[in-house]
């Protein structure tokens, strides 16, 4: 007689949440708050330069100048410019680039500009049926008349660079000139002959409102895309995913926590005297630069601040004050979103001095996306694609009553010490976005903030009464279950429950002690049993048969099969997923959960689990 492998029967409750990515009907799902995920699909533009040339400007159309190659740029480089004006020459001299662009489609041109002799301004011009001139004075970094159809900016880039930008939107569908000029004055194309020139480097063509991180290409455009991180609803279920390979994780419950960073996203250097909650703060002791907006988020948005240090010999650092009361000590996470910008700038992450034990501090290398020191902290580095990374730093507090907790962001740029001085050129820096402190001993799904700290509600999910009693069958039953556990903070972490809503009268799936712990009771006994397994933290398949003749068998993983008899009839009513009675919820992921109205074979249990 051949004994059958799989169940004989279906299912009567297929909770296939990786694959469906739904709601059964029958779940009660509530989550107070908003919460974030990556839902496999949604990415976002990032990164755009839809010029083929943006440094060699060489392969630009051209009149009345002449092109030297080799001269100092922002980043360090020799690939900048030098752009002189042809002699006996007296119309200024110019570069384009013709772009067939959209109909009511923004369009910003950007390129970065040095005042060089006789010639302290740069004309931005379009052309589309007449002429549209943005005039930008590089000694005094402003703009000095710009055309009504413009919409223009200057910032400082250091060393006596600026970034010049127009952004414009034409109003139909036909090949557009963008062209760089440059003059003595900031009202006329006509100039004196008398050899003058400016410095040219890194030009840029973004379909959009505004200027973003500026992107090199070398013979063909670039458009770069993103995932995003994307933000659920109140009561909104989350169907995660790996933003990188867009495979599906199930069913996001995560327990509540709080983001005590009060701005999360607006990281910026504040002019502040005193204590300012509110504030991050770039200490008098640091040369740090901060410039928000300035490149594309994981959320999609142009909120990323960009981090970078002058030129001086300082220690570049931002940080915001976090107070807490609680004298007993505390495992705390820190974590922030980073992405390189320039070579030889690295991210530092310190969780202040004075009530924090052993100092602890961790360095991060965002170009290959490793850790590259860690002094007396845990740190991690997850990656989120295109570039970023969530770097991650988990410490414990000191036993001080009214303790003050400095999370700092420093740049460096080597493998350093903590808070090594550096010296910086006014331009090389990284991105930062997303900062997060929260209390716990790894980091959960991404809160935002906006001025004060923010609390994301534990996602509840469970099914009870009518929709309960429809599927299962109260003497005697199978449960397989696939989840994923990022992190553990107690041994009481509940994978699934079947509950009478009583302290007797339950079947409960749960960690404790890094071992996978299957617990039953009745209303006369109750009984423990234990599958050491290392993996049963990480990613584990379990199923338990039992009856109400006093059998019941768990395996993980089709391994380590154990068996009891204490178990009985005792009259369930709920199904709790991801948690228990109080609220005790995983971090993590339940990819399935089903249930068989018959006791399977131990054969069974084993196949349920490969």
């Known amino acids: 007689m051949i004994k059958n492998k799989y169940p004989t029967i279906k299912p009567s409750l297929n909770l296939d949440f990786a694959n469906t990515k739904s709601l059964d009907p029958r779940i009660t799902f509530r989550r107070g708050t908003a919460g974030a995920y990556y839902d496999g699909v949604t990415h976002v533009k990032a990164e755009e330069n839809l010029l083929s040339y943006s440094e060699d400007f060489s392969q630009w159309g051209n009149g009345r100048i002449v092109q030297t190659s080799g001269q100092s740029a922002p980043d360090g480089s020799s690939t900048a410019y030098k752009i002189e004006q042809a002699s006996g020459q007296t119309a200024s001299g110019y570069l384009l680039e013709t772009y067939n662009t959209s109909a009511n489609k923004s369009y910003t041109f950007s390129v970065y500009a040095k005042a060089g002799t006789n010639r302290n301004y740069i004309i931005l011009r379009t052309y589309l049926s007449s002429n549209r001139f943005t005039y930008f004075d590089l000694v005094n970094g402003v703009i000095a008349n710009d055309d009504e159809r413009h919409i223009a900016s200057i910032s400082d880039a250091g060393n006596g660079w600026y970034r010049c930008s127009i952004t414009y939107t034409p109003i139909s569908s036909s090949n557009v000139q963008f062209n760089v000029y440059f003059s003595d004055n900031n009202s006329s194309v006509t100039v004196a002959d008398d050899g003058g020139f400016i410095y040219l480097w890194g030009a840029q063509l973004e379909q959009r409102d505004s200027v973003t991180v500026y992107t090199k290409t070398e013979g063909a455009p670039i458009t770069k895309y993103q995932p995003k991180l994307m933000t659920a609803s109140p009561d909104e279920a989350r169907f995660d995913h790996d933003p990188l390979t867009g495979e599906s994780k199930g069913l996001l419950i995560e327990e509540q926590r709080t983001n005590l960073i009060r701005y999360s996203q607006q990281i910026e250097k504040q002019a502040i005297s005193g204590t300012n909650l509110n504030a991050w703060v770039v200490s008098s002791t640091s040369n740090g630069l901060i410039d928000l907006n300035a490149a594309i988020a994981p959320d999609g948005t142009l909120s990323a601040s960009k981090f970078y240090a002058d030129s001086f010999d300082f220690t570049p650092s931002v940080y915001q004050q976090v107070y807490t009361t609680d004298a007993t000590p505390d495992t705390l996470t820190f974590s922030v979103f980073a992405k390189a910008g320039q070579p030889n700038r690295y991210l530092q992450l310190f969780t202040g001095s004075g009530d924090v034990d052993g100092n602890p501090f961790a360095n991060f290398n965002l170009f290959n996306g490793t850790i590259s020191r860690d002094d ?181 993983n089709n391994e380590n099969l154990i068996q009891d008899n204490i178990i009985g009839n005792f009259n369930a009513n709920t199904l709790f997923i991801g948690r228990n009675v109080t609220g005790l919820t995983i971090n993590g992921h339940i990819k399935k959960l089903e249930y068989y109205p018959q006791r399977l074979t131990n054969e069974q249990l084993q196949n349920l689990t490969k």
């Open 376 to 556: 007396n902290s845990i740190a991690s580095i997850e990656d989120h694609g295109n570039g970023w990374y969530r770097c991650i730093i988990t410490f414990t507090t000191a036993s001080t009553s009214g303790i003050i907790i400095n999370p700092v962001i420093y740049l460096i740029d080597h493998n350093a010490e903590r808070a090594v001085p550096m010296t910086g050129d006014g331009y090389s820096g990284l991105y930062i976005w997303g900062a997060q402190l929260e209390t716990g001993s790894f980091p959960t799904s991404y809160i935002k903030t906006t001025g004060a700290s923010a609390t994301r509600s534990a996602d509840d999910a469970s099914i009870t009464g009518e929709n309960f009693s429809s599927w299962y069958r109260q003497d005697e039953g199978s449960i397989g279950v696939d989840y994923n556990l990022y992190g553990i903070e107690n041994n009481d972490t509940v994978i699934s429950l079947i509950n009478r809503d009583s302290s007797s009268g339950y079947l409960n799936l749960y960690i404790n002690s890094n071992n996978l712990v299957t617990r039953t009771a009745t209303l006369q006994d109750s009984s423990h049993m234990v599958l050491q397994n290392p993996a049963a933290t990480i990613d584990s398949k379990v199923s338990i048969s039992f009856n109400q003749d006093g059998a019941i068998s768990c395996i993980i």
